[in-house]
């Protein structure tokens, strides 16, 4: 039966953007299928975690923090990571697609690789762990398993993070181990932990399988395979397999040491010591075809040179004409001639071959770590000079932003190469425009080169108006260059609205704000003594200390008459009245609750403090008809 059309998820469209076609392969953790990004129109490779670790949220989240880390992780050793997401229970990561094989079936296929081969697989592997680790990265799962060939030779690393994110699952809470028992260090047997080092003693454990066809330990159970990682010491891959040289014997040694501290740091570490290694191993004493290219390493991964055939050069014998056969007078041999031109001819040309410079290409150092890049090239025969560094909102700061010559270009062996190093984002500080008009403010924000965004004003009594109180963002924070800031201005005070507050409350508001009050008394139908008109108007700017002239109703009619006007006596005995309650100092929902639960009506205002209640008209224990408007500052 084929799996792949009884899968579910085959031709299902996940999150709108991903159509599976097919089933490629089923782990432990999860599945991959390929898939088709609609979007983008490309194949991507979509690896879908089983139901069991999507229901876990504490995975979920870890797997998306992770998920984000490789995105950042830039490296052609490394499989990229294109984009995380979920689809109700499905649980997916969309990745670079690899067509080829894994090098677990290399292994199947072929059993043990010759040293030097092995460690041209290993090289590029160190590589990539190696920029996860400068980049802060472990991968805490190195096996064959997780390592892509590709069709056209390529080495890629997979499944960088999966391993952390699944120790923050529920299963993980019972002691089961995260990793693979046959390449695990032994302080992740005994403690759980993982550094850069055991990422080293995994590799070092993979190289031990490539040369020998098998891994150090075997056993009956996998506590057995991990009870000899911790007591026991890997042993030389030449007493399995004796043609195995003795660099590879010391490799191993170093980077499967128990004790982590012995180990190299980390995976640059051990790759400085293979790209040494391999250099060091004898070649194929079978001679090269001519013109043949001849694969040469360096700290950074493989670089293809040509390296020319030897040139032979044939030496003929002096021939001695014997004396039988001299005749008189002279006779050139036209075959000799004819030969010693030839000879002449062809030992200048093999001098001129010889005299050419040796060519290479070099290396692309782009986005890698500024030391690294250094040794790399170095080691590659280049020299190597620092120009001064640039700002990229794109690369972080320490890694090479550009090199001169560029990637890829043909040039002398021993030549120059510039490297420009990032200096990450530029940013920039925002300025103290504190104090300052607008004006003063807009030019100061551009002269730091940033843009000004909305100008706001708002009331302040504190700050002067027309003055900036604050920009958002504040003071000395930095920005890129080029942001939008916000300028918060002074409004001075913003008059409040007192129309309708008795005299003498609308009086010491006023007065305690800092404005000059004058009282004008008119005769008029509003409720006696309260304000029926204010200048300046209400919500209108002015400066602290300001003249404000308050009109009130005449405070001397009778507030009875008032109330009842020409009423006559019968039409007031049938009038309902309640008194006010105090309410100035509560909620301002609880005083209107509590208001309209006695049947008035509620009118509320603000002055500037929110929620509380300030003033209140009519003022408290007063006897107002039922229906009335009690009004409420807030």
């Known amino acids: 039966m084929d799996t792949t059309t009884a899968d579910p998820l085959v031709g299902r469209l996940l999150d709108g953007r991903y159509r599976i076609e097919s089933r490629i392969a089923r782990g432990g953790m999860a599945t991959v299928y390929l898939a088709l990004d609609v979007r983008l129109d490309r194949t991507v490779a979509l690896k879908v975690m089983h139901r069991s670790l999507a229901e876990d949220p504490s995975f979920v989240r870890r797997f998306i923090g992770e998920a984000k880390s490789v995105a950042r992780l830039s490296h052609p050793n490394v499989v990229h990571v294109f984009d995380q997401g979920t689809d109700n229970d499905v649980v997916y990561l969309s990745m670079e697609y690899v067509p080829g094989k894994t090098l677990r079936d290399i292994l199947r296929e072929r059993g043990r690789l010759p040293a030097r081969e092995a460690l041209e697989i290993m090289i590029p592997v160190l590589a990539a762990l190696g920029a996860a680790h400068q980049a802060g990265m472990v991968h805490r799962d190195v096996k064959p398993e997780n390592v892509l060939m590709t069709d056209d030779g390529r080495v890629k690393v997979v499944d960088f993070g999966l391993a952390r994110a699944i120790e923050a699952t529920n299963q993980t809470r019972t002691g089961v181990m995260i990793g693979t028992i046959g390449y695990m260090a032994p302080e992740q047997v005994t403690t759980g932990a993982a550094d850069v080092r055991s990422d080293v003693y995994a590799a070092g454990i993979m190289l031990f399988e490539l040369v020998t066809g098998q891994q150090p330990y075997d056993g009956a159970t996998p506590m057995s395979v991990a009870y000899r990682h911790v007591h026991d010491t890997v042993p030389a891959p030449s007493s399995l397999v004796p043609d195995v040289p003795p660099l590879i014997d010391t490799l191993v040694a170093q980077a499967t040491a128990r004790e982590p501290d012995q180990r190299p740091a980390d995976a640059t570490a051990m790759l400085v010591a293979a790209v040494d290694a391999h250099r060091m191993l004898p070649r194929l004493t079978t001679p090269p075809a001519p013109h043949a290219q001849t694969q040469v390493f360096n700290a950074s991964g493989a670089t293809s040179m040509p390296q020319p ?217 509003a409720e006696p003594c309260t304000v029926i008109a204010q200048t300046p108007k209400a919500k209108s700017e002015v400066d602290k200390g300001a003249p404000v002239m308050v009109t009130v109703a005449r405070c001397q009619t009778d507030f009875w008459d008032w109330l009842n006007g020409d009423r006559d006596d019968e039409a007031r005995d049938d009038q309902q009245f309640a008194l006010v309650p105090a309410v100035i100092g509560k909620e301002v929902k609880d005083a209107k609750a509590e208001l309209e639960a006695l049947g008035f009506k509620v009118a509320v205002r603000r002055l500037g403090n929110r929620g509380v209640v300030q003033f209140q008209r009519p003022l408290p224990n007063s006897e107002r008809p039922q229906g009335s408007t009690v009004v409420l500052w807030q």
């Open 309 to 525: 055939a030897p040139a032979h050069t044939m030496i003929q014998p002096r021939t001695e004409v014997p004396p039988s056969r001299r005749r008189a007078g002279f006779k050139p041999n036209w075959f000799l001639v004819v030969l010693a031109g030839v000879m002449v001819v062809a030992v200048g040309l093999t001098g001129w071959y010889f005299a050419q410079p040796e060519m290479v290409t070099v290396p692309d150092l782009v986005g890698k770590n500024l030391a690294l890049a250094k040794s790399s090239a170095a080691a590659a025969g280049f020299k190597v000079q620092e120009a001064d560094g640039v700002n990229s909102e794109k690369m972080a700061a320490g890694l090479v932003l550009s090199t001169e010559p560029a990637a890829t270009t043909e040039v002398e062996k021993g030549t120059t190469i510039t490297l420009v190093p990032s200096l990450g984002p530029k940013r920039v500080i925002v300025p103290n425009t504190e104090g300052m008009t607008g004006d003063q403010a807009r030019a100061k924000i551009a002269d730091a080169g940033l843009t000004v965004g909305v100008v706001k004003r708002l009331a302040n009594q504190e700050v002067e108006r027309d003055k900036v109180i604050r920009t958002s963002p504040q003071v000395g924070e930095k920005v890129r260059e080029g942001a939008k800031i916000d300028i918060y201005v002074s409004a001075g005070l913003v008059m409040p609205d007192v129309n309708s507050m008795p005299k003498d409350e609308a009086a010491q508001y006023l007065g305690g704000l800092g404005f000059q009050v004058q009282v004008n008394e008119v005769d008029d139908d």
